[in-house]
């Protein structure tokens, strides 16, 4: 619990750490992100001896090619965060962690032939009311949280197919982005818009505590994953987007017009059905499994 309490809450006060990075431009940024949270992994599975299980999924032609598409999804998740918190749109931003659940479960039936219960179908249909009402308020189409939900969700579909530890997995997708992040890098410096090393070591220090930033989280959900409840973690991934939600709208001051609120109260129910489903489906689950487990004749 504590473990999976820390990865959501360090996820939840991302909005704050971001705009320290500025005036590093949202691709330098992820660039950063990338470089220095493939160096931060490396000296991670040395400590912990792990070079074996890397080495097995580089021989892997299908899951490199699957962890390359999973790079290159979280990349994308990245940029789109970093935009949406550096140029004043926390709250959308919230709203994309918001729908993520629901979108990963639309994806599970895209993609795996899932069968949603009812229950399901009904919160999808609620998510969708919120997302017709939020681009009526906004003017257009939530894009920044349509955009994180999408990405974050087809990157769980990567992570899906191909199962690995969370230091080895993500230790080859980001070495799988590692050439364009520094190829960005070289880029920007040439054109003289880089920063790292112009503007101070402050700053240059704070770029690199990006993979620092990036990983811990990430070995944290892991470690929660493995020893606490799938429904238990599905309750505890709504903290990030309720902190990031609050960060927007009490820190930075981001509107929360009534017609908006109506959107997110409408998610928020949403949301409600599909775990409350989930919750039942989870006991009525364990419950046949402990029956199946007793002794004819007992």
Do not use: C
Request: proline share 5%; net charge positive; aromatic share 10%.
């Amino acid at each position: 619990m504590a473990a999976g309490l820390g990865a959501y809450a360090l996820w939840g006060l991302f909005p704050l750490y971001f705009p320290l990075l500025e005036p590093a431009g949202g691709l330098e940024i992820v660039a950063h992100r990338v470089l220095w949270s493939l160096l931060f992994v490396a000296l991670l599975l040395t400590v912990l001896r792990r070079w074996s299980q890397v080495r097995a999924l580089v021989s892997d032609r299908r899951r490199l090619l699957v962890l390359a598409g999973a790079g290159f999804l979280i990349a994308v998740n990245w940029l789109v965060f970093v935009y949406g918190v550096n140029s004043g749109h926390v709250v959308e931003t919230s709203l994309g962690y918001f729908i993520n659940p629901l979108v990963s479960v639309l994806l599970g039936v895209v993609v795996f032939a899932e069968r949603l219960r009812p229950l399901q179908w009904v919160a999808v249909g609620i998510a969708t009311v919120a997302v017709v009402v939020l681009t009526v308020d906004y003017g257009r189409p939530p894009w920044i949280a349509l955009g994180l939900a999408a990405s974050f969700g087809l990157y769980g579909v990567m992570k899906k197919l191909v199962r690995v530890e969370a230091a080895p997995g993500l230790f080859v997708e980001t070495a799988m982005v590692t050439v364009p992040a520094a190829v960005v890098l070289g880029v920007l410096h040439a054109d003289g818009a880089g920063t790292f090393g112009t503007e101070g070591a402050g700053h240059a220090l704070l770029l690199a505590t990006s993979g620092i930033a990036t990983a811990i989280p990430l070995l944290l959900f892991a470690a929660a994953a493995r020893r606490i409840p799938l429904s238990t973690v599905g309750l505890l991934q709504y903290l990030t987007p309720l902190m990031q939600l609050a960060i927007g709208v009490f820190v930075y001051g981001e509107e929360m017009p009534p017609a908006r609120l109506a959107g997110f109260v409408i998610v928020w129910a949403a949301l409600a059905v599909f775990t409350a489903d989930s919750l039942r489906h989870a006991r009525t689950t364990t419950r046949r499994t402990s029956d199946d487990a007793v002794p004819a004749g007992l």
